[in-house]
């Protein structure tokens, strides 16, 4: 948005600022529904004002009329009542605010020469009173204020709906469930608005480091955040031009060294003695083996082979059947159909590298095609002697072989797996060894959907 500031410093500062106006906001329907609460209460003005005009009519009539008058000025609001001074009312339970109400009444109604004041809350079932009590407050009657005139006699002014301070607590509650609903739904956008350029940077790292190609970071937001997101890309640029000037170079190199290899090849045919000669002509043989896969894994490296919708179910099964076709033993279980946008002819090297290693070194292969609502799983087990737990990871760099199982005389070159890896990291995916119960490998590759 052009109207928030491009620093992430500036806009935390508008963000705070606005949070701090949305709580005052709050904080002021607070006071005001608490405000509307106290309005039922007796310190009312309006109520205040009414007990002093009825007080200082019925103070100035004969004590014989006040009870009649008493009754007349009662309505649905306030009820007032008359005691004479040898009925004296019982007790008023008092809670914290209706000792400030006392206060506030004694400065209000000192023009009437009142000899006592006292406020507090009717107790249900029993006759007001205008005496204290010191009781624990359970103030769920109605507000009463009790007077006592000159010649002793009370006058009692109780409001007339029942249990009023329930209301204003429920107006209360209602008010903090708002202001706290607020102020976390504010902490909850802001801390997800300043985090996402986070969980941007974290995942980027992450396609970064399965695929070097993977699409650059958007150049957008704080300027802070653009700047990281530069040298981000910058970064991620540098790497991928390393890698591809690395394996150009050694393309270039095995390329170049083909020429002489087949020189000596024709003047190898040359020498006399016979073991000598095919010994030179094993040696000879073993380099351009060599010198072809590294080829073929800088090729991949390389690979700009365009994405193509295939039938993936049918490209395994494909690999199985041909497998089977030259005499072994190979179990497809799967889907019969499967549809994925890839690129076809590197996924179909990178699973026939791991099925012809299950095949070489487990003599029978176990294909499994799973798909989920975001992932597809291809899993190739074995009945081999299985890879060390501590090298499974190491199998994956180019070149690297075990001697014991996979030496070259099985014709292992040590790059089946490392382009196997480039392949599926190369459409966002993974590949992972583990052990199988009963002994063998289990080669897992996920592909995301």
């Not at 109207?3 to 992430?8: D, E």
């Not at 106006?21 to 106290?38: C, D, T, W």
């Not at 802001?190 to 190609?213: C, H, M, S, W, Y």
């Not at 790059?415 to 995916?429: E, F, M």
Request: hydrophobic share 40%; aromatic share 6%; proline share 4%.
């Amino acid at each position: 948005m052009r109207l928030l500031p491009k620093s992430i410093a500036n806009r935390t500062t508008v963000v705070l600022i606005a949070g701090l106006l949305l709580v005052m906001v709050l904080s002021a329907a607070v006071a005001h529904l608490v405000a509307q609460g106290n309005h039922d209460l007796p310190n009312r003005w309006q109520f205040i004002e009414r007990v002093h005009v009825v007080t200082q009519v019925l103070s100035k009539i004969p004590t014989s009329q006040r009870e009649a008058l008493a009754q007349q000025l009662s309505d649905e609001n306030m009820r007032v009542q008359w005691f004479n001074a040898s009925a004296s009312p019982e007790h008023l339970l008092q809670d914290w605010g209706a000792r400030r109400y006392e206060t506030f009444l004694s400065n209000r109604l000192s023009d009437l020469e009142l000899l006592d004041i006292s406020t507090g809350h009717l107790t249900p079932g029993t006759i007001a009173s205008g005496k204290k009590s010191d009781e624990p407050s359970k103030a769920n009657g109605p507000p009463a204020i009790a007077l006592q005139l000159s010649d002793r006699s009370w006058l009692l002014f109780s409001a007339q709906r029942e249990q009023i301070n329930r209301s204003w607590l429920l107006r209360l509650i209602t008010g903090l469930i708002v202001f706290g609903g607020g102020i976390t739904v504010l902490a909850v956008l802001t801390t997800r608005k300043i985090i996402k350029p986070l969980e941007t940077f974290a995942e980027a790292a992450q396609r970064f480091g399965i695929n070097v190609d993977s699409p650059p970071l958007d150049e957008s937001g704080p300027s802070e955040i653009k700047r990281a997101a530069q040298a981000f890309n910058q970064m991620q640029q540098r790497i991928r031009m390393f890698v591809q000037e690395r394996m150009q170079m050694i393309a270039a190199i095995s390329h170049d060294i083909k020429t002489p290899l087949t020189r000596l090849q024709l003047r190898t045919e040359f020498i006399e003695d016979e073991i000598q000669r095919n010994k030179a002509l094993e040696d000879l043989k073993e380099m351009q083996v060599i010198l072809d896969s590294t080829l073929s894994f800088a090729r991949e490296q390389n690979n700009n082979e365009a994405r193509a919708q295939v039938d993936l179910a049918v490209l395994v099964q494909s690999l199985c059947d041909d497998t089977a076709d030259t005499g072994h033993e190979v179990n497809y279980q799967g889907p019969e159909h499967l549809t994925y946008n890839c690129a076809p002819v590197s996924i179909r090297r990178a699973l026939s590298n791991v099925i012809n290693n299950a095949i070489q070194y487990g003599h029978s292969a176990e294909v499994a095609l799973k798909h989920s609502r975001d992932s597809i799983s291809i899993e190739i087990a074995d009945r081999g002697p299985g890879i060390p737990q501590d090298k499974r990871e190491q199998v994956f760099s180019p070149f690297f072989r075990l001697e014991k199982s996979r030496s070259r005389e099985t014709g292992g070159t040590g790059l089946g797996l490392a382009v196997t890896r480039t392949v599926i990291r190369q459409h966002g995916g993974d590949i992972v060894l583990t052990g199988r119960q009963g002994g063998g490998l289990r080669v897992i590759m996920t592909l995301p959907l």
